[in-house]
């Protein structure tokens, strides 16, 4: 059977070196908040292009602290409104109900599956606080009319970058392209940690100066507790297995899209249809995530490839709002 992800393959090529940095962090005696995370913070956030990362227990958790921090900045509140794609991972809509935001969901395009920027100045309401944009995919989803929205209606522009680290829009990082990020280090995703994960990139100070009190119990100093915050620390040991996955990440996002490749030429079905590239003259755009076809014969298609060996899934079987 090939496996949809093989994550022990995944992890086996870099065994010696996460074994070491195991051995270090074991015989540290420290294990969380400590110079691995520093580290990790600083490289990931010279890798993306932003002034500052802060880790987060989990991709779902930094989406979550970043609308937790703007309401604590008072840049909006309970009820307002936060547009997001209709057919994304549900996280992302997690993330704005569970501030008792209201997420307003939007259709995506049919051949991106990104949100239709064109189409989205017409959800915009006078409640609306911030836009999600969803690199769903691999797919980077951007375009300078999201950045003259977000002037003309004074939005906050909050990217979802689990699916997408290392995508580029004109030589930029996805997560570094609006106002804040929220990165995830799932085994699964394209930069997985041996466990759960996530971050938040951002270039604005206040931003990340809240979001890293509101991982640790909303405290700057121990015992002194500022914000109603939670426990959602990235684990030293999980810092620096990423640290070394990271440095390997771009050939790795080259491998997806050698991948992709094959795939787009080699597949020659009029029944199927393959992902488009929405920028081809950006080959960095895409850093395929996934590799999501349509077809009318889905079911049996999925039967079919399941019977001669090849394991696939659907992404998603039943989307946010049912
Ligand atoms: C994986 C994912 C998340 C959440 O990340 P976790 O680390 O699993 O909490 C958020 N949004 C999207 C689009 C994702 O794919």
């Given amino acids: 059977m090939i496996k949809f992800l093989d994550l022990k393959q995944v992890n086996l090529r870099y065994a010696k070196e ?24 600083e490289n990931l956030a010279e890798y993306l292009g932003v002034k500052y990362v802060i880790g987060t227990g989990s991709g779902l958790d930094a989406l979550l602290l970043i609308l937790q921090a703007y309401m604590e900045m008072g840049c909006m509140k309970e009820g307002d409104e936060v547009i997001v794609p209709a057919n994304t991972y549900i996280a992302s809509i997690l993330a704005v109900s569970k501030n008792r935001l209201t997420p307003v969901l939007a259709e995506p395009d049919l051949r991106s599956y ?7 100045e017409q959800h915009i309401t006078k409640r609306t606080k911030a836009i999600m944009v969803v690199h769903l995919y691999g797919q980077t989803c951007w375009s300078k009319d999201i950045d003259v929205l977000a002037e003309k209606y004074n939005l906050k522009i909050i990217e979802d970058n689990a699916q997408a680290i290392g995508a580029e829009w004109f030589g930029k990082k996805t997560g570094s392209l609006g106002h804040a990020a929220g990165l995830s280090f799932y085994p699964g995703k394209n930069l997985g940690a041996l466990g759960d994960g996530g971050a938040v990139a951002t270039n604005d100070p206040e931003l990340a100066q809240i979001v ?26 999980q810092a620096a297995f990423l640290d070394v996955k990271l440095r390997h990440l771009e050939k790795e996002n080259a491998y997806r899209r050698k991948m992709a490749a094959l795939y787009l030429s080699g597949i020659n079905n009029s029944r199927v249809i393959l992902p488009t590239l929405f920028t081809p003259e ?14 009318p014969d889905r079911d049996r298609l999925q039967k079919y490839l399941e019977k001669s060996g090849i394991q696939t899934l659907i992404h998603y079987p039943v989307p946010p709002h049912k």
Avoid at 18 to 27: A, E, G, H, I, P
Avoid at 114 to 120: S, T, V, Y
Wanted: proline share 1%; charged share 25%; glycine share 6%.
């Fill in 18 to 41: 996460l074994k070491n940095r195991f051995t270090d962090v074991l015989d540290s005696g420290w294990y969380l908040l400590g110079e691995n995370l520093q580290r990790f913070e």
């Fill in 114 to 120: 990104n949100l239709d920027i064109a189409r989205l």
């Fill in 212 to 237: 890293s009190a509101l991982r640790n119990y909303g405290s700057h100093r121990k015992y002194i507790n500022d914000y109603e915050g939670c426990n959602s620390r990235l684990d030293e040991i």
């Fill in 282 to 295: 950006q080959p960095k755009s895409h850093v395929w995530h996934l590799f999501v076809i349509r077809t």
